[in-house]
């Protein structure tokens, strides 16, 4: 068998990429060809989607190394380069030495709630309160900019999810898993959110109850 000419560990990631592509599109969290994700190979270096293709239907080779920079070390298939939006990746990065992966995709139900102008509701349901916490919606800011980047630097330095207004959510990990789990979890919370306040009264969860699931005990 032929070696890969980027080795078995950045194979093995850029499989995870598709993976992750498909089960978003799969799920109706991304459309056309919207959403970008991420992951470090290293310090130094990113492997990011590529611009302007379908998410649910790419390639190990189509994916696309950047530095810390910006700047593209190595082209995806066909020569396409990265994500417009790269910069809030590399923003994402920065300020969470700790993450391996960054994904950005647009829920409808989460995208609602910004439309609306509706807080996110961390306080519904105990698995959030768990295993997210607070999910802050940042300023509206211009797509596929620095502004994106710039938008989300407050809150990602302590959080794991950020809305983005009438454009979508970032979560990030210590695994590409990791990532996918939050991104889940927000947009079901967000569904069974709106869904409550269309039979009746949507309620959070009582403030001694909240207590002990952050404490523990």
Not at 140 to 153: C, F, G, K, N, V
């Amino acid at each position: 068998m032929r070696p890969f000419p980027w080795g078995l560990r950045e194979q093995r990631l850029r499989e995870a990429l598709v993976e992750i592509g498909a089960r978003l599109y799969a799920r109706g969290l991304i459309s056309a060809n919207d959403g970008n994700f991420s992951v470090r190979l290293d310090a130094r270096r990113i492997l990011i989607t590529p611009r302007g293709r379908s998410k649910g239907w790419l390639r190990p080779e189509d994916m696309v190394v950047l530095d810390m920079g910006g700047r593209v070390l190595r082209m995806g298939r066909g020569r396409v380069g990265p994500s417009s939006e790269w910069p809030m990746h590399i923003e994402a990065y920065r300020q969470r030495p700790d993450i391996i992966a960054v994904l950005h995709a647009h829920p409808p139900y989460t995208v609602a709630l910004t439309v609306a102008g509706v807080p996110f509701p961390s306080e519904v349901l105990p698995e959030v309160v768990m295993t997210v916490g607070s999910v802050p919606t940042a300023r509206l800011a211009m797509p596929s900019s620095e502004d994106d980047a710039l938008a989300i630097r407050e809150w990602i330095r302590d959080r794991n999810a950020v809305l983005l207004p009438h454009h979508g959510v970032v979560t990030v990990g210590r695994t590409l898993e990791e990532a996918w789990i939050i991104l889940e979890r927000v947009e079901h919370a967000a569904k069974v959110y709106l869904l409550s306040r269309v039979l009746g009264e949507a309620r959070l969860l009582p403030p001694e109850f909240l207590a002990t699931l952050v404490t523990g005990g």
